[in-house]
């Protein structure tokens, strides 16, 4: 009697202790490959030394400017950008997320003190004055309003108004992680163009907000995306 | 032959409407309406749901981070992995199928009560879950079933097909166990049929010492019931705006369970022990108990219909219900052979008892709801009206059996002849003929006069028939009442329930002749309202006056008040507390003790009044505690409070304290109890939850033992008053009942990798009881105990009853491929109970104590029992 | 020799009661339906008028999207929740008033009081944002059911059916109340998420959700619901279970069901729902049936009876002597017996003795009044007899 308690303990132990040694080896085989995907759902705001950041800026300067405005239309500029948005483009960037040919290499060596760094070092520098854009054009009716018959949403919803980000309100319930999201004015056309079609086509899709863009670029046409990108760049 | 036809036409009714009617539209279905069969599931999963509940890492949203709170603040469960689907065919079907297949083992005390309750476990293959669904995303048609299967005592399957918002039929079919005793010893053999014989050996005029011997090495038995089911229904719509509800279900409920069996007061013939007070007294050998067994083996079949409007034009809302349940009984008498003589010494005829079981009965019920908005203030008024029938008309039974009392016997030296008792001969009428009718009536309105203040009204009239009326009359003796204990009373003390006008035998005897048709009829009214404060603050309150007038009992009316305020609020930060409190007040007419003297035979022309009048029908000041005064508070309060973005807190507090206007009869009743848990969800990955909670409860009674040398002796035998001569102050006696309970756990789950999955949970829950008493002096104990036992040997309380159950349930789940997977199930239950019920009761000998045979030797004081299973998952 | 008829005073007058009550019922059936006629007649002359009155209408309105509701009308699928629609006096039913009903007609676009001014923009809109949630819901048996049959042209109002125009919302998602939410955080009022939900799913088990406990103590429909996503067998439920959900605030109750004996909740083979009715109904506890009594006797049909004796306790409340959702005594009872029978039973004789703990198996006198199933050896039959020797319920 006193014996089988003891066996059904031993038991009970061998079910319990199980899973310690399949997560190990799970574990194990999980850990080579990047994950598919970045969560910046929790992602809080981040911080870092802008002055540090300056420091280490002098190779970004060669294509995104020594004030953050790039040199060229393919670079986008980095003036006045969310420091958190900046910061995660980069470590998706290391981390092969998201991947450029340039980029990729670039942020390799950086370590995650310097992506803060440079995040709000650039994110300090003014922003590119606001232009003077068409609401009234077909892609400022896109930014503003969508297209409901074509499923397209307003893209101010979480860009904002005049594309300087998202209005943000007190709320308890859970919310988006308005940091992460990037400021559009001015951003130049080339740029947002090829943005969208990365979005659409799946090649940008390595992070949570990538899936929500991936979403909202699959509504838009060539010409859609056109008209954005132009009423953007006039922002 | 009623219970299958409409079956069958239902059925004929629900395949011919449900097939080819695509063009007929319903809404939700109404399964909240109708009682019973909303759940499927069993002990090894109890949601019958947890098998898919695998939760998915991307959430709900791209858009923020965990999971979202109910508006009173709980935390939505993570949502589930999205199954592969599989398309059916070139068709637009899909389908689903999941399968578990595996063996379960228990090890350990697998007989125990506690672990075999409510669960067919068993040693073999078990289905842990077979589901399948299919769904035609074009047309919305689907097909949903699932089932389970622990042991053919406790399964269940349940198809469901229709098309969205069109139709829906379903089909079910479930076994659940009960168990209520493992550890049966019945005596007799035929345990579980209509006649319980005596074993080899034994016949009635045993002595207790042979009876034991035999019981002895009497076979361990299980006593329990198993609810067989199976159902159909259909719903759908019938016209626009019309929905219609057909619903058949049939329950064949089998098994056995304990029963009684009286043979006259045994306690009554006690002797001192040789040793003297203090040491165990003798058994008397006259009278007899016995614990039998009943066999159960019942068929109930439900008709329901119903129809119900969606409001169409005219704006009225209807519901009309319909409800046929017909209870079949297939075994309704228990005969049983006695192995003791109630009454040694006399040529005993007495040799067996008789029970009349549960006659078959017809229930039917209708009840119309009607709605309609009002124009005045956002109002609404509602009608609900039903009328019910309950009616039983079974042959009734001979009052003795010839078996047990042959005719051209008598019974002991009373004179009275066992033939005229032995027939139906003997019986005023050969049926039941029971019939109590119901009628309902509820008015209500609401009114929301303001968005911040709204208000009811409601009116209810609720009226009983109860058109069962039976005479006790014997057409072949022209005498009244009845022979009380198959017999087995005037056996043993000549005395009976017998009443004959003009028989000097009879002529006095104070005897129930008739049937009491107990009915009540009750008015309610109640008004309330709520007022929104702020957007933060809800007051509400009710007034409820019930005006009750039930007959024929102890008060020819009964007003019960309540008041009910409550609030509600999240002034508290993001948290939701939720606030009542109601205090009742119970008054009514002078209650009168003894309100069924039309009963008796006191009140039949022809009563003598014997010269020392009758016994008192009880104490004046005794008042039922559902008669009674009443004053009651109650309290409650229930938190919600969001912790984070991933836990939550709840508390609920609660107490109530009534006290009842009486020395005699239930005194007070108080509950207090506190319950908390804490819900956390940090991801898709871990879940975990703590709860813990306590009750503690206390019931208080008093009570006046009769001053038995007055009986038949004293025209003070009369006397109802407590305090007078028949019912002193010294025989006063109080009990008291307290119970505490704590009840405490944890759930756990997380996922290791995607490949495996752990669930571990541990439940605690204690009670513990303790019965004590108080008396004024020695005299409220039996007259017979009063030269044996003392003061000291009385005490003050029964022993303690305890219940302690400890669960540990761990559940492993690793996916081997995409189609396979491997679970194992393991749970560990330790427990131990005390019940002084069963006190002295440890091996079948000892069920037999002195001219009483007992059956069950109560639960086991500790078990420990192990249930491990491996389960093969199938996914397709 | 004849049987006497014991009549009992007020009898008579209960039996008229209910004659009255039963002939009242139909003269209401009769008055509702012939009421109910008139109405409908009425009501589709005045639809004649309105269709005139809505066509000029629309062209008045223009919205600043430029999907209106009538588009998203078309494009919903030929399959129907058909609910309380000509209460609304929607356009779209009385358009197709002619044909067969299509189940989903009557789930229009509910008006949010906090964003008058918004448009409906289609679930398409909705879905480029959200995702996750679309995924989800296709899957619950709510949104799936709205997606069936629009296989084609896509449900586009299975959002915004729900939570009201969108197109505030989807300019600035953050600004409170812009579209109806049902969740913790939620400024849209309680009342109005009920009566969104309740404007499809009227009547029938929600019949008396008005003054319901629930509803007055401001609990909304997803307290106990969840739409969005599967994660209950079947009720669309906001946990696994019915018994889980209704323990989330009841958890005094959850607690009762630990106790030594119970209803087999714990067990999966029960829910509270088999009982009560969470949306209300005409008992205070929320009772499907009018009386406890009913209730219990569905399954317990046994004790239904009538008996030629009853036990005037039993018969009119189980609850005098059992606690329906678990005790710490055998079979659900308030108190152990003997002290349960004695709170009632103080006659004379056997009955009201102080029976003490010398009394059972293993005291000085061991007495069938307290060992095992005390009272109830004898009189077993203690729900009422129908044996012609059981008024004392032990035949």
């Given at each position: 009697?006193?014996?089988?308690?003891?066996?059904?303990?031993?038991?009970?132990?061998?079910?319990?202790?199980?899973?310690?040694?399949?997560?190990?080896?799970?574990?194990?085989?999980?850990?080579?490959?990047?994950?598919?995907?970045?969560?910046?759902?929790?992602?809080?705001?981040?911080?870092?030394?802008?002055?540090?950041?300056?420091?280490?800026?002098?190779?970004?300067?060669?294509?995104?400017?020594?004030?953050?405005?790039?040199?060229?239309?393919?670079?986008?500029?980095?003036?006045?950008?969310?420091?958190?948005?900046?910061?995660?483009?980069?470590?998706?960037?290391?981390?092969?997320?998201?991947?450029?040919?340039?980029?990729?290499?670039?942020?390799?060596?950086?370590?995650?003190?310097?992506?803060?760094?440079?995040?709000?070092?650039?994110?300090?520098?003014?922003?590119?004055?606001?232009?003077?854009?068409?609401?009234?054009?077909?892609?400022?009716?896109?930014?503003?309003?969508?297209?409901?018959?074509?499923?397209?949403?307003?893209?101010?919803?979480?860009?904002?108004?005049?594309?300087?980000?998202?209005?943000?309100?007190?709320?308890?319930?859970?919310?988006?992680?308005?940091?992460?999201?990037?400021?559009?004015?001015?951003?130049?056309?080339?740029?947002?163009?090829?943005?969208?079609?990365?979005?659409?086509?799946?090649?940008?899709?390595?992070?949570?907000?990538?899936?929500?863009?991936?979403?909202?670029?699959?509504?838009?046409?060539?010409?859609?995306?056109?008209?954005?990108?132009?009423?953007?760049?006039?922002? | 032959m009623l219970k299958h036809k409409p079956l069958t036409a239902l059925l004929?009714l629900a395949?011919?409407?449900?097939?080819?009617?695509?063009?007929?539209?319903?809404?939700?279905t109404s399964d909240s309406q109708r009682v019973g069969n909303t759940q499927f599931g069993n002990s090894?999963?109890p949601?019958g749901?947890?098998?898919?509940?695998?939760?998915?890492?991307?959430?709900?949203?791209?858009?923020?981070?965990?999971?979202?709170?109910?508006?009173?603040?709980?935390?939505?469960?993570?949502?589930?992995?999205?199954?592969?689907?599989?398309?059916?065919?070139?068709?637009?079907?899909?389908?689903?199928?999941?399968?578990?297949?595996?063996?379960?083992?228990?090890?350990?005390?697998?007989?125990?009560e506690f672990?075999r309750m409510y669960s067919g476990?068993?040693?073999?293959?078990?289905?842990?879950?077979?589901?399948?669904?299919?769904?035609?995303?074009?047309?919305?048609?689907?097909?949903?079933?699932?089932?389970?299967?622990?042991?053919s005592q406790d399964q269940y399957y349940r198809?469901r097909?229709?098309?969205?918002?069109?139709?829906r039929v379903e089909a079910f079919y479930r076994d659940i166990p009960h168990t209520l005793s493992?550890?049966a010893?019945?005596?007799?053999?035929?345990a579980g049929s209509t006649?319980?014989?005596?074993?080899?050996?034994?016949?009635?005029?045993?002595?207790?010492?042979?009876?034991?011997?035999?019981?002895?090495?009497?076979?361990?038995?299980t006593l329990s019931v198993t609810r067989q089911s199976t159902g159909v229904s259909w719903e759908?719509?019938?016209?626009?705006?019309?929905i219609g509800y057909a619903g058949v279900t049939n329950e064949n409920r089998t098994g056995d369970r304990d029963w009684g069996g009286p043979?006259?007061?045994?306690?009554?013939?006690?002797?001192?022990?040789?040793?003297?007070?203090?040491?165990?007294?003798?058994?008397?050998?006259?009278?007899?108990?016995?614990e039998t067994v009943r066999p159960v083996d019942f068929t109930t079949t439900d008709v329901n219909l119903g129809l119900r409007?969606?409001?169409?034009?005219?704006?009225?809302?209807f519901n009309l219900g319909m409800t046929g349940s017909f209870f079949r009984d297939h075994k309704r008498t228990l005969d049983y052979?006695?192995?003791?003589?109630?009454?040694?010494?006399?040529?005993?005829?007495?040799?067996?008892g008789t029970w009349s079981l549960e006659p078959n009965n017809d229930y039917y019920h209708v009840r119309l709801e009607a709605s309609?908005?009002?124009?005045?203030?956002?109002?609404?008024?509602s009608v609900s009206a039903s009328y019910g029938s309950m009616r039983q008309n079974d042959a009734l039974q001979?009052p003795?059996?010839?078996?047990?009392?042959?005719?051209?016997?008598?019974?002991?030296?009373?004179?009275?002849?066992?033939?005229?008792?032995?027939?139906?001969?003997?019986l005023?009428r050969q049926n039941g003929d029971a019939r109590i009718d119901t009628g309902l009536l509820n008015l209500r309105?609401?009114?929301?006069?303001?968005?911040?203040?709204?208000?009811?009204?409601n009116l209810r009239q609720r009226d009983e028939d109860n058109m069962t009326r039976y005479t006790m009359?014997?057409?072949?003796?022209?005498?009244?009442?009845y022979?009380?204990?198959?017999?087995?009373?005037?056996?043993?003390?000549?005395?009976?329930?017998?009443?004959?006008?003009?028989?000097?035998?009879?002529?006095?005897?104070?005897?129930q002749?008739a049937s009491i048709p107990f009915s009540t009829n009750d008015r309610k009214a109640e008004?309330?309202?709520?007022?929104?404060?702020?957007?933060?603050?809800?007051?509400?309150?009710?007034?409820l006056?019930d005006h009750q007038t039930p007959r024929p009992r102890e008060r020819t009316y009964i007003d019960d008040?309540h008041?009910?305020?409550?609030?509600?609020?999240?002034?508290?930060?993001?948290?939701?507390?939720?606030?009542?409190?109601?205090?009742e007040?119970r008054?009514g007419?002078?209650?009168?003790?003894?309100p069924y003297?039309a009963a008796?035979?006191?009140?039949?022309?022809?009563?003598?009044?014997?010269?020392?009048?009758?016994?008192?029908?009880?104490?004046?000041?005794?008042?039922k505690y559902d008669m009674s005064?009443l004053?009651a508070?109650k309290?409650?309060?229930?938190?919600?409070?969001?912790?984070?973005?991933?836990?939550?807190?709840?508390?609920?507090?609660?107490?109530n304290?009534k006290?009842y206007?009486?020395?005699?009869g239930r005194?007070?009743v108080?509950t207090?109890?506190?319950?908390?848990?804490?819900?956390?969800?940090?991801?898709?990955?871990?879940?975990?939850?703590?709860?813990?909670?306590?009750?503690?409860s206390?019931l208080?009674?008093?009570?006046?033992?009769?001053?038995?040398?007055?009986?038949?002796?004293?025209?003070?035998?009369?006397?109802?008053?407590?305090?007078?001569?028949?019912?002193?102050?010294?025989?006063?006696?109080?009990?008291?009942d307290?119970?505490?309970?704590?009840?405490?756990?944890?759930?756990?789950?997380?996922?290791?990798?995607?490949?495996?999955?752990?669930?571990?949970?541990?439940?605690?829950?204690?009670?513990?009881?303790?019965?004590?008493?108080?008396?004024?002096?020695?005299?409220?104990?039996?007259?017979?105990?009063?030269?044996?036992?003392?003061?000291?040997?009385?005490?003050?309380?029964?022993?303690?009853?305890?219940?302690?159950?400890?669960?540990?349930?761990?559940?492993?789940?690793?996916?081997?491929?995409?189609?396979?997977?491997?679970?194992?199930?393991?749970?560990?239950?330790?427990?131990?109970?005390?019940?002084?019920h069963?006190?002295?009761?440890?091996?079948?000998?000892?069920?037999?104590?002195?001219?009483?045979?007992?059956t069950e030797?109560?639960?086991?004081?500790?078990?420990?029992?192990?249930?491990?299973?491996?389960?093969?998952?199938?996914?397709? | 020799?004849?049987?006497?008829r014991k009549d009992i005073?007020g009898l008579a007058r209960g039996r008229r009661a209910i004659r009255l009550t039963a002939l009242s019922l139909w003269?209401l059936l009769?008055?509702?339906?012939?009421?109910?006629?008139?109405?409908?007649?009425?009501?589709?002359?005045?639809?004649?008028?309105?269709?005139?009155?809505?066509?000029?209408?629309?062209?008045?309105?223009?919205?600043?999207?430029?999907?209106?509701?009538?588009?998203?009308?078309?494009?919903?699928?030929?399959?129907?929740?058909?609910?309380?629609?000509?209460?609304?006096?929607?356009?779209?039913?009385?358009?197709?008033?002619?044909?067969?009903?299509?189940?989903?007609?009557?789930?229009?676009?509910?008006?949010?009081?906090?964003?008058?001014?918004?448009?409906?923009?289609?679930?398409?809109?909705?879905?480029?944002?959200?995702?996750?949630?679309?995924?989800?819901?296709?899957?619950?048996?709510?949104?799936?059911?709205?997606?069936?049959?629009?296989?084609?042209?896509?449900?586009?109002?299975?959002?915004?059916?729900?939570?009201?125009?969108?197109?505030?919302?989807?300019?600035?998602?953050?600004?409170?109340?812009?579209?109806?939410?049902?969740?913790?955080?939620?400024?849209?009022?309680?009342?109005?998420?009920?009566?969104?939900?309740?404007?499809?799913?009227?009547g029938g088990a929600r019949q008396h959700w008005?003054g319901s406990v629930h509803?007055?103590?401001?609990?909304?429909?997803?307290?106990c619901?969840?739409?969005?996503?599967?994660?209950?067998?079947e009720g669309?439920?906001?946990?696994?279970s019915i018994n889980?959900v209704c323990a989330?605030?009841h958890?005094d109750i959850r607690a009762q069901f630990n106790r030594r004996s119970h209803m087999p909740l714990p067990e999966g083979q029960m829910s509270c729902v088999d009982c009560h009715n969470p949306h209300g109904s005409i008992t205070r506890p929320l009772l499907k049936t009018d009386t406890v009594n009913e209730t219990c006797t569905t399954c317990h049909a046994e004790k239904r009876g009538p008996f030629l004796f009853e036990h005037a306790p039993v018969a009119e409340n189980c609850i005098n002597c059992h606690t329906p959702h678990g005790s710490n005594q055998e079979n659900l009872l308030a108190l152990p017996v003997p002290m349960l029978c004695q709170q009632c039973h103080?006659?004379?004789?056997?009955v009201?003795?102080?029976?003490?703990?010398?009394?059972?198996?293993?005291?000085?006198?061991?007495?069938?009044?307290?060992?095992e199933r005390a009272c109830l050896s004898c009189h077993s039959n203690i729900h009422g007899s129908n044996n012609p020797n059981g008024a004392k319920f032990h035949q």
């Amino acid at each position: 009697m006193s014996a089988m308690p003891r066996l059904l303990h031993l038991v009970a132990l061998a079910i319990l202790w199980a899973p310690a040694f399949s997560t190990a080896a799970a574990d194990g085989a999980a850990a080579h490959k990047p994950a598919a995907w970045v969560d910046l759902r929790g992602q809080p705001p981040i911080t870092g030394d802008a002055r540090a950041g300056q420091a280490r800026s002098a190779v970004c300067a060669a294509c995104h400017g020594p004030q953050g405005l790039a040199i060229a239309p393919n670079f986008p500029d980095l003036a006045g950008q969310s420091a958190t948005y900046l910061y995660m483009q980069l470590k998706t960037f290391k981390s092969g997320q998201r991947r450029d040919p340039v980029m990729s290499g670039q942020a390799a060596t950086l370590s995650d003190a310097d992506m803060r760094n440079l995040a709000v070092h650039y994110a300090s520098l003014p922003a590119k004055p606001a232009g003077r854009a068409d609401a009234a054009s077909r892609g400022g009716q896109l930014f503003l309003d969508g297209d409901p018959a074509r499923g397209i949403p307003p893209c101010q919803a979480c860009h904002g108004p005049t594309g300087r980000g998202p209005r943000v309100y007190p709320s308890d319930a859970p919310q988006p992680p308005w940091a992460t999201f990037p400021r559009l004015h001015g951003l130049s056309a080339v740029y947002v163009t090829k943005a969208l079609g990365d979005f659409r086509s799946g090649a940008r899709s390595g992070s949570s907000n990538a899936r929500i863009m991936h979403g909202v670029a699959q509504t838009l046409d060539d010409a859609d995306i056109l008209a954005l990108s132009s009423y953007i760049a006039t922002q | 032959m009623l219970k299958h036809k409409p079956l069958t036409a239902l059925l004929g009714l629900a395949l011919g409407v449900a097939g080819p009617a695509p063009v007929l539209a319903q809404s939700d279905t109404s399964d909240s309406q109708r009682v019973g069969n909303t759940q499927f599931g069993n002990s090894l999963d109890p949601t019958g749901w947890a098998m898919f509940d695998a939760p998915d890492p991307a959430g709900m949203s791209w858009l923020h981070a965990g999971q979202l709170r109910t508006p009173t603040g709980v935390l939505y469960p993570w949502p589930r992995q999205l199954p592969d689907e599989a398309r059916l065919g070139s068709g637009d079907w899909t389908y689903e199928l999941l399968a578990e297949l595996g063996y379960l083992h228990a090890s350990g005390d697998r007989n125990d009560e506690f672990f075999r309750m409510y669960s067919g476990w068993k040693n073999g293959a078990a289905l842990g879950m077979l589901a399948f669904s299919a769904l035609n995303h074009r047309t919305g048609r689907y097909v949903e079933f699932r089932g389970s299967r622990i042991s053919s005592q406790d399964q269940y399957y349940r198809l469901r097909s229709g098309r969205y918002g069109d139709y829906r039929v379903e089909a079910f079919y479930r076994d659940i166990p009960h168990t209520l005793s493992t550890t049966a010893y019945p005596l007799w053999n035929g345990a579980g049929s209509t006649d319980l014989t005596l074993p080899g050996g034994l016949a009635t005029g045993s002595t207790p010492a042979q009876v034991q011997a035999v019981e002895a090495n009497r076979p361990r038995r299980t006593l329990s019931v198993t609810r067989q089911s199976t159902g159909v229904s259909w719903e759908g719509t019938l016209i626009r705006h019309w929905i219609g509800y057909a619903g058949v279900t049939n329950e064949n409920r089998t098994g056995d369970r304990d029963w009684g069996g009286p043979m006259y007061l045994t306690y009554f013939f006690v002797a001192p022990g040789p040793g003297g007070a203090g040491t165990p007294s003798v058994p008397g050998t006259f009278g007899g108990q016995y614990e039998t067994v009943r066999p159960v083996d019942f068929t109930t079949t439900d008709v329901n219909l119903g129809l119900r409007n969606q409001g169409g034009a005219s704006g009225w809302l209807f519901n009309l219900g319909m409800t046929g349940s017909f209870f079949r009984d297939h075994k309704r008498t228990l005969d049983y052979a006695v192995p003791f003589a109630a009454a040694p010494g006399y040529a005993s005829v007495i040799t067996g008892g008789t029970w009349s079981l549960e006659p078959n009965n017809d229930y039917y019920h209708v009840r119309l709801e009607a709605s309609h908005p009002l124009k005045l203030w956002h109002g609404q008024f509602s009608v609900s009206a039903s009328y019910g029938s309950m009616r039983q008309n079974d042959a009734l039974q001979a009052p003795l059996s010839p078996m047990y009392c042959p005719s051209g016997q008598f019974i002991g030296s009373t004179g009275i002849a066992c033939a005229d008792w032995n027939t139906t001969a003997a019986l005023s009428r050969q049926n039941g003929d029971a019939r109590i009718d119901t009628g309902l009536l509820n008015l209500r309105v609401d009114f929301r006069p303001t968005a911040k203040l709204s208000w009811h009204l409601n009116l209810r009239q609720r009226d009983e028939d109860n058109m069962t009326r039976y005479t006790m009359v014997n057409p072949l003796t022209g005498q009244y009442g009845y022979v009380p204990e198959n017999g087995a009373e005037p056996l043993v003390t000549g005395g009976t329930e017998l009443f004959q006008p003009g028989s000097p035998l009879y002529q006095s005897n104070f005897a129930q002749i008739a049937s009491i048709p107990f009915s009540t009829n009750d008015r309610k009214a109640e008004l309330g309202g709520s007022y929104r404060i702020d957007r933060y603050n809800t007051l509400s309150a009710s007034y409820l006056l019930d005006h009750q007038t039930p007959r024929p009992r102890e008060r020819t009316y009964i007003d019960d008040q309540h008041l009910k305020l409550g609030w509600d609020t999240r002034a508290f930060g993001n948290a939701t507390l939720r606030f009542s409190y109601e205090y009742e007040k119970r008054t009514g007419g002078r209650y009168n003790p003894d309100p069924y003297l039309a009963a008796y035979s006191p009140s039949m022309p022809g009563y003598v009044l014997p010269a020392v009048g009758y016994t008192a029908f009880t104490v004046a000041q005794m008042y039922k505690y559902d008669m009674s005064n009443l004053e009651a508070s109650k309290l409650k309060a229930i938190l919600t409070m969001p912790l984070g973005t991933t836990a939550t807190l709840s508390a609920t507090l609660y107490g109530n304290r009534k006290r009842y206007g009486a020395d005699i009869g239930r005194q007070s009743v108080g509950t207090t109890g506190a319950d908390l848990s804490w819900d956390w969800e940090p991801g898709a990955a871990t879940s975990m939850s703590v709860y813990a909670g306590m009750a503690s409860s206390r019931l208080k009674q008093g009570n006046v033992n009769d001053n038995e040398a007055l009986t038949f002796s004293s025209p003070q035998q009369a006397d109802m008053q407590f305090g007078g001569p028949f019912y002193p102050y010294a025989n006063f006696w109080t009990a008291t009942d307290n119970e505490r309970n704590v009840d405490a756990g944890t759930h756990f789950r997380h996922v290791f990798s995607p490949r495996v999955r752990l669930d571990l949970d541990y439940d605690y829950t204690w009670s513990r009881g303790l019965d004590s008493y108080g008396y004024a002096s020695l005299a409220a104990i039996s007259t017979v105990y009063q030269s044996i036992l003392s003061a000291a040997d009385v005490g003050s309380s029964f022993p303690v009853n305890v219940y302690r159950m400890q669960t540990l349930t761990a559940r492993l789940n690793l996916t081997l491929t995409r189609k396979l997977g491997l679970a194992l199930y393991g749970k560990y239950e330790f427990g131990n109970y005390a019940d002084w019920h069963y006190a002295g009761f440890d091996m079948p000998a000892e069920l037999i104590v002195g001219n009483r045979v007992f059956t069950e030797l109560g639960p086991q004081p500790h078990w420990h029992v192990l249930l491990v299973g491996a389960f093969v998952t199938v996914k397709l | 020799m004849t049987t006497t008829r014991k009549d009992i005073p007020g009898l008579a007058r209960g039996r008229r009661a209910i004659r009255l009550t039963a002939l009242s019922l139909w003269a209401l059936l009769a008055m509702i339906v012939g009421l109910g006629n008139a109405l409908l007649w009425s009501s589709v002359a005045r639809a004649q008028q309105r269709d005139d009155a809505n066509t000029g209408q629309s062209v008045a309105h223009q919205p600043s999207s430029r999907l209106t509701e009538s588009d998203i009308a078309r494009m919903l699928p030929a399959t129907d929740m058909g609910a309380g629609a000509a209460m609304r006096h929607d356009a779209r039913v009385d358009a197709s008033d002619d044909g067969p009903a299509t189940p989903f007609d009557a789930a229009s676009i509910p008006r949010n009081p906090l964003a008058p001014d918004a448009d409906a923009i289609g679930a398409k809109s909705c879905a480029a944002c959200h995702a996750l949630e679309s995924m989800q819901a296709a899957h619950s048996l709510h949104v799936a059911s709205f997606r069936a049959g629009s296989a084609n042209s896509g449900p586009q109002a299975a959002c915004e059916a729900c939570h009201g125009p969108g197109s505030e919302h989807a300019k600035n998602p953050a600004a409170p109340g812009l579209i109806i939410a049902y969740t913790h955080d939620a400024k849209t009022p309680v009342d109005v998420q009920t009566r969104t939900c309740l404007s499809c799913h009227v009547g029938g088990a929600r019949q008396h959700w008005i003054g319901s406990v629930h509803q007055e103590r401001g609990l909304s429909c997803t307290d106990c619901h969840n739409p969005m996503t599967r994660l209950s067998a079947e009720g669309v439920l906001a946990n696994e279970s019915i018994n889980q959900v209704c323990a989330t605030c009841h958890q005094d109750i959850r607690a009762q069901f630990n106790r030594r004996s119970h209803m087999p909740l714990p067990e999966g083979q029960m829910s509270c729902v088999d009982c009560h009715n969470p949306h209300g109904s005409i008992t205070r506890p929320l009772l499907k049936t009018d009386t406890v009594n009913e209730t219990c006797t569905t399954c317990h049909a046994e004790k239904r009876g009538p008996f030629l004796f009853e036990h005037a306790p039993v018969a009119e409340n189980c609850i005098n002597c059992h606690t329906p959702h678990g005790s710490n005594q055998e079979n659900l009872l308030a108190l152990p017996v003997p002290m349960l029978c004695q709170q009632c039973h103080t006659n004379d004789d056997h009955v009201n003795d102080l029976l003490t703990r010398q009394s059972l198996r293993s005291g000085l006198v061991p007495d069938e009044r307290v060992m095992e199933r005390a009272c109830l050896s004898c009189h077993s039959n203690i729900h009422g007899s129908n044996n012609p020797n059981g008024a004392k319920f032990h035949q």
